[in-house]
Nanobody, 123 residues
Framework: QVQLVESGGGSVQSGGSLRLSCAASGYTYRPFCMGWFRQAPGKEREGVAALLRDGSSSYADSVKGRFTISQDNAKNTLYLQMNSLKSEDTAMYYC?????????????????WGQGTQVTVSS
């Protein structure tokens, strides 16, 4: 059974850093696309970053230069390093993994989802 479990969220002041982790299990092979979405209260879900099987990545414009997506294949874990956090980064962050990728975007398609981890940035 496929399972994605996020961790690493929390509360931080503006300008601070957090690293989110997503432990993946149940896959017989690494999904084509793994990534992070977020959803803030009253807002639509948005793709934050995606990492493809070939190692290429894409980011939302709002996080470019501040967030870095990476993976540890040996641990089947996906990471999102978030630096220079802003109050507008406050959201529930979800890990996603699936066979599809919306070309040119930071969004994985047809994805499995984790339960999410809350990130709160105070100014």
């Amino acid at each position: 059974q496929v399972q994605l479990v996020e961790s690493g969220g929390g509360s931080v002041q503006s300008g601070g850093s957090l690293r989110l982790s997503c432990a993946a299990s149940g896959y017989t092979y690494r999904p084509f696309c793994m990534g992070w979405f977020r959803q803030a209260p009253g807002k639509e879900r948005e793709g934050v970053a995606a990492l493809l099987r070939d190692g290429s990545s894409s980011y939302a414009d709002s996080v470019k230069g501040r967030f870095t997506i990476s993976q540890d294949n040996a641990k089947n874990t996906l990471y999102l390093q978030m630096n220079s956090l802003k109050s507008e980064d406050t959201a529930m962050y979800y890990c996603a993994a699936g066979p599809g990728w919306l070309t040119g975007t930071p969004e994985c398609g047809s994805a499995h989802w984790g339960q999410g981890t809350q990130v709160t940035v105070s100014s």
